[in-house]
């Protein structure tokens, strides 16, 4: 179990319901896990079928799995529906999915045009699809927590991956226009940037990471591999009134590779 609601006994997420888009596996399913854990109800949803994934957490608390298309608003809206009709309610959205895992290093000029639109569907569009349609319930509540999944290679420049790179660039971009249009209803909107995490999904693409790991580990401060416990208590922080007065703000969590 991770840190935090089980050493303690603690909970900082009760009676707090979050949406956890990407959630069937890799960060997203260590997200919906660590939530569950510090008393959260849960609706993970995925592009690909998350019952499996559903049925793995439900010893952790109550979940709900949607099969959701954030590229596709009629899908993102079905998503919402079924929260609020399983929850009541909508506390937090973990903008999580994304094109990543599944990317090969490839020089710009010969980025493919369909990977790039596809790319952008899913880690652009696919947020502002998300905010769009959970801002009206958050917005009748008076209160929100939105945490969009950014990343720390925007900092980088890191090369072969730029519609990656150009992909969460816009993700921070977003939350501080978000946090400016929503914080007089009482929504908090930030963005959680990790480094590079050594997940199950991420691993499973060593053309991907191996390029990466070498170089990312030799620039960090703590110079070892980052695993998904090392990200899911800063989600929890945003998530939580522990972060109130907190919006429009990009935290960083790589171990010290980045010093902004």
Not at 234 to 252: C, K, R, Y
Request: one cysteine or more; a neutral charge; glycine letters at 10%.
């Amino acid at each position: 179990m991770a840190s935090g609601a089980g050493q303690s006994g603690a909970v900082r997420l009760g009676g707090q319901v979050a949406i956890i888009t990407g959630g069937a596996a890799g960060l997203g399913l260590a997200y919906a896990r660590r939530f569950l854990e510090e008393g959260a109800r849960v609706l993970i949803a995925d592009i690909v079928d998350p019952a499996a994934a559903a049925k793995e957490l439900e010893r952790s608390g109550e979940v709900h799995a949607v099969r959701t298309d954030v590229a596709s608003a009629l899908s993102v809206e079905a998503m919402v529906d079924a929260a609020v009709k399983r929850f009541g309610r909508i506390d937090v959205l973990v903008n999580n999915a994304a094109l990543f895992a599944g990317l090969a290093p490839t020089p710009f000029e010969h980025i493919e045009e369909a990977e790039w639109d596809r790319l952008m569907a899913v880690n652009v569009k696919g947020v502002w699809l998300c905010c769009r349609a959970v801002a009206p319930v958050m917005k009748e509540q008076r209160s929100g927590r939105i945490i969009n999944i950014a990343s720390a290679i925007v900092a980088k420049g890191t090369p072969l991956l730029m519609h990656y790179v150009a992909s969460k660039g816009a993700v921070i971009a977003m939350t501080r226009v978000l946090a400016r249009e929503l914080g007089e209803h009482g929504v908090a909107v930030n963005a959680l940037a990790p480094g590079l995490i050594m997940s199950d999904t991420a691993r499973a693409n060593a053309d991907l990471t191996g390029f990466q790991a070498p170089q990312v580990i030799a620039s960090r401060a703590f110079k070892r591999e980052a695993v998904a416990d090392d990200v899911v208590g800063a989600a929890v922080f945003l998530a939580s009134a522990d972060s109130a007065f907190i919006t429009g703000q990009t935290l960083i969590v790589d171990g010290g590779s980045v010093f902004l």
